[in-house]
């Protein structure tokens, strides 16, 4: 079988996997900052009986990143003839899954990429629809606290925007100006542990000089939705 691609690694990778599925590594702190945080679990598509990194390019670009951070973490392959029933049902049977201590989460780009459709999907949702559209929002909200509550903070990309800050930014501001408008959903009228790292990534957004000069308000975004709404 080829060597995995990323050489450097393949030998802590394979040192480190010696229990693919079997108890989990240390209890990581309370804490969830990169900087802080106990040695990340990575699960990824391979061949667990030889150790060998297979060809996901999700997996890769998360591998990628924690090499290039220098970020300690472990990897657990997964064989995608033979997955673990917690990874079918609680990710859809898709590999990355990060680990940090007992929550388990997908990549921060799957977490920011669910928004906009979840919040477009209650948006116009028929009223028959409105519970389950609603319910779904909330999960992709949910998710991405989670998410961003394993990032380095405030944002994705820590203390500057990186490329998930810049998709993700504009289409969350988009999704709480409107639900606000037309759901009356206000992130900020719910007690202070409803989402708490999706109010310090709000706050710390509206503090960058990036942010302030091409931010066109939230009446703006209310008129273009409007539009939308009308089929335009
Ligand atoms: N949007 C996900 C995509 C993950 C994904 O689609 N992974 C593929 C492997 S490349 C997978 O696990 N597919 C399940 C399968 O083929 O059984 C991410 O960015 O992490």
Redesign the pocket.
């Known amino acids: 079988m080829q060597a995995p691609i990323i050489a450097p690694s393949s030998a802590r990778l394979a040192k480190s996997n010696s229990k693919p599925f079997g108890p989990r590594l240390r209890a990581a702190p309370r804490a969830r900052a990169v900087s802080v945080m106990a040695k990340l679990n990575v699960y990824v ?1 391979g061949d667990p009986k030889t150790n060998t990194l297979l ?5 890769h ?1 998360v591998l990628l990143t924690l090499e290039t951070k220098g970020a300690p973490y472990d990897v657990s392959y997964v064989d ?1 003839d033979d ?1 673990p029933k917690w990874l079918v049902d609680e990710f859809e ?4 899954v990060i680990q940090d201590g007992d929550t388990k989460m ?2 921060a ?2 977490a920011a ?1 669910k928004i906009l459709p979840a919040f477009r999907g209650w948006l116009m949702a028929s009223p028959a629809e409105e519970t389950e559209k609603k319910a779904a929002f909330l999960a992709a909200l949910d998710a991405l606290d989670a998410a961003l509550a394993a990032a380095p903070g405030p944002l994705f990309g820590g203390e500057r925007m990186d490329s998930t800050d810049a998709a993700l930014a504009p289409k969350l501001y988009h999704a709480l100006t409107a639900l606000k408008h037309w759901k009356g959903f206000n992130i900020y009228a719910l007690p202070a542990d409803k989402y708490p790292a999706i109010k310090k990534y709000r706050l710390a957004l509206a503090e960058l000089e990036a942010w302030k000069k091409v931010d066109y308000g939230t009446e703006a975004i209310i008129k273009g939705w409007e539009r939308h709404m009308k089929g335009h």
């Open positions: 598509k060809d996901c390019p999700f997996c670009r995608f997955k049977g898709k590999v990355p997908a990549t780009p799957e990429g």
